[in-house]
């Protein structure tokens, strides 16, 4: 028997909860496409997510160690896979759309500049006067304008409800605008699943890298509640802390974590008497969340994050170094677009100087800016 897309949107809608979003109910693409016999619309969008070059270059956007400091540590890219793999578990016990979710988490970060947060807040305030920049928009505006695959439409096409749910992507770092998707409205269960899946993975992953460079230490995060629930329930006394501990610690702090998320959605969802996916999104409240008390432990941990790691010297002297990067090239650019690739320059007929600029110094990868710098300011390097 093949699977074709309608048996795939038949299966879907025999297998998904009532409030699960069917890729047969999708308002559609911009642009009229026909649709592919072996996939649903989700599962296109989702390919087309990861044959972008926005994708490929998030191997070597930094999350928070940049790429040549070693090469276990996370990555924007790896980063992203693991946050996709989270919002496909939560999605598949909750009964959500699975391609969905995937899709939305594949996308979060394709507008992601290099150097991470700091890459991020240099750029809106060098962009301060000339609309500022955000990820979140950038992201979607590579996938609707910036990617160039089709002849006959930019970007990739994708639904609506992958847009949707990229631009209502909302964390504690991460605000929506969307002024074009329903703003009076909440994201779709998935769309809001992929927040958590976004927010449960750096804390874990860049509490994993932090232990492993040691820029953490075991012994600081004793007191701290969801720690010491984690040692209680590995059976880990404190001592002789290693490589097959560390992972342990991380996996249980997932499992934690997600385990709590699956149970207070599915309260949340019971409250709400979500019918269907109207429903979710009628509702007043977001039904994706932690318990109250896993809130206060996860929201301890984020700070004891931010203390000792993001804000730890060998971190912030990398974020100082990229800023004064990030800016020498942005400051050579507006005062000689000429340096500036000749596609790029093409693109002043239809964007301000600064936006240009903002927009191709924020699709570069760490290496590559690191490269242009040199370039421009070494004389002794080969243009």
């Not at 500036?340 to 936006?355: F, I, K, M, N, W």
Request: aromatic fraction near 10%; hydrophobic fraction near 35%.
């Amino acid at each position: 028997m093949l699977h074709t897309r309608a048996v795939l949107e038949k299966t879907e809608d025999q297998v998904l909860a009532p409030y699960g979003f069917r890729s047969m109910d999708s308002r559609g693409r911009e642009y009229p496409e026909d649709e592919p016999l072996y996939r649903t619309r989700f599962q296109r969008d989702r390919d087309r997510i990861l044959h972008t070059t926005a994708f490929r270059r998030l191997e070597y956007k930094t999350q928070v160690f940049v790429n040549y400091e070693g090469d276990y540590y996370r990555t924007r890219l790896t980063h992203t896979l693991e946050v996709a793999q989270i919002g496909r578990t939560m999605a598949r016990a909750l009964g959500a759309n699975e391609d969905l979710v995937e899709a939305i988490c594949l996308a979060h970060d394709l507008g992601h500049p290099p150097f991470g947060h700091a890459g991020e807040a240099l750029l809106n305030r060098l962009m301060h006067a000339h609309g500022g920049f955000d990820h979140n928009r950038h992201s979607l505006r590579i996938v609707e304008e910036m990617e160039r695959r089709y002849p006959e439409f930019r970007g990739l096409n994708l639904t609506w409800e992958v847009r949707e749910g990229m631009v209502k992507h909302e964390t504690e770092y991460d605000v929506a605008d969307a002024n074009r998707f329903d703003p009076d409205k909440r994201g779709t269960l998935e769309a809001q699943l992929a927040n958590p899946a976004d927010e449960l993975a750096y804390t874990a992953h860049d509490l994993d890298d932090g232990l492993r460079s040691g820029l953490i230490y075991p012994g600081a995060l004793d007191g701290l509640p969801l720690w010491e629930e984690i040692k209680a329930s590995i059976g880990w006394d404190g001592a002789d802390f290693n490589r097959m501990w560390r992972h342990r610690v991380v996996r249980r702090l997932l499992g934690i974590m997600v385990r709590d998320l699956i149970t207070e959605t599915a309260r949340h969802l019971r409250e709400a008497e979500a019918r269907s996916p109207d429903d979710v999104r009628a509702y007043a409240d977001k039904v994706v969340a932690l318990s109250d008390d896993m809130q206060v432990k996860t929201r301890e941990l984020k700070h004891f994050l931010y203390d000792r790691l993001y804000c730890h010297p060998r971190v912030v002297r990398m974020q100082i170094k990229a800023e004064r990067i990030l800016t020498a090239l942005f400051d050579a650019y507006v005062a000689e677009p000429r340096q500036l690739p000749l596609d790029e320059q093409a693109r002043l007929d239809e964007l301000s100087l600064h936006r240009v600029v903002c927009h191709y110094v924020a699709g570069m990868t760490d290496r590559y800016a690191l490269q242009e710098y040199a370039k421009m300011f070494n004389p002794f390097e080969r243009v």
